[in-house]
């Protein structure tokens, strides 16, 4: 790992221990599913990201192929993330829309 990449770890650790993050199963299209943390933004009425009736969740990673998603194995359309609607819920399988935004250190992926 680079130190960047260690600082992101670092950070993403830090959430965790502060219940920031949740727990969600990433499914790429073809692979081995795993269990990763990621920061969570849930869709309310007013959100921008809302598309008719299809409520976006953001849903932000490390960009790792081992501790995240890797900004190079993402398959938009046809990766799923397990997640649940509302904290504490059930979860389940969403497909990945997009990539919002990304950097050497974290990704903001679009579900739906």
């Known amino acids: 790992m680079t130190y960047a990449e260690d600082i992101a770890a670092a950070c993403m650790t830090k959430l965790a221990d502060?219940?920031?993050?949740?727990?969600?199963?990433?499914?790429?299209?073809?692979?081995?599913?795993?269990?990763?943390?990621?920061?969570?933004?849930?869709?309310?009425?007013?959100?921008?990201?809302?598309?008719?009736?299809?409520?976006?969740?953001?849903?932000?990673?490390?960009?790792?192929?081992?501790?995240g998603v890797s900004s190079a194995e993402l398959d938009t359309g046809r990766d799923q993330i397990d997640i649940a609607e509302r904290p504490g819920g059930t979860?389940?399988?969403?497909?990945v829309h997009s990539l919002i935004s990304q950097s050497s250190e974290y990704l903001a992926i679009g579900i739906r």
């Open 91 to 95: 979860a389940t399988s969403r497909t």
């Open 18 to 67: 502060s219940g920031m993050t949740e727990s969600i199963v990433y499914r790429p299209y073809g692979g081995t599913a795993r269990t990763i943390n990621a920061a969570i933004q849930r869709p309310s009425l007013g959100d921008p990201y809302m598309s008719g009736a299809a409520l976006q969740f953001i849903v932000t990673v490390l960009n790792s192929a081992t501790s």
